[in-house]
């Protein structure tokens, strides 16, 4: 029985010292024992909006709706993430063949392609953007 208590007791004390070598990065222990925080990728330059909207017009909108007179804005960093988001504006087509007008999306762009798109809202910076032709 004692042999059992003295089993448990090492296994108990080893679990819990083998744990002190798992501290964070900002835990009260010496330096040697934390472990070390990830590097942060370099900041992505950014991206050529016109070029990219170009390339993959179609993510951007539907190829039924007919996008004319397309505009960029200027990118800005993505303030969720590590991407850039830009204004994309065009004159559309509904599927029924009736034009549209003007339509304004914001687009999400990492690493040189369009990850993300939706239709720009009332609150967002859409409408207070200089435009650039394509």
């Given amino acids: ?14 679990l ?3 744990a002190c070598g798992f501290a964070d990065s900002r835990a009260p222990v010496p330096e040697f024992m934390r472990m070390k925080e990830a590097e942060q990728p370099p900041p992505e330059a950014p991206p050529d909006v016109k070029r990219v909207v170009r390339e993959q017009i179609e993510f951007v909108f539907l190829s039924t709706s007919y996008p004319r007179e397309v505009h960029v804005a200027t990118p800005h960093r993505e303030v969720r993430g590590p991407g850039w988001t830009a204004c994309v504006r065009a004159q559309l087509t509904s599927a029924a063949g009736s034009p549209l007008g003007p339509q304004t999306y914001i687009v999400t762009i990492s690493g040189g392609k369009v990850v993300d798109r939706r239709r720009a809202e009332a609150d967002d910076i859409c409408g207070s ?3 650039e032709p394509i």
């Fill in 129 to 131: 953007e200089s435009y």
């Fill in 1 to 14: 029985m004692l042999r059992i208590i003295a089993h448990a007791a090492l296994l108990g004390s080893a």
């Fill in 16 to 18: 819990a010292l083998g």
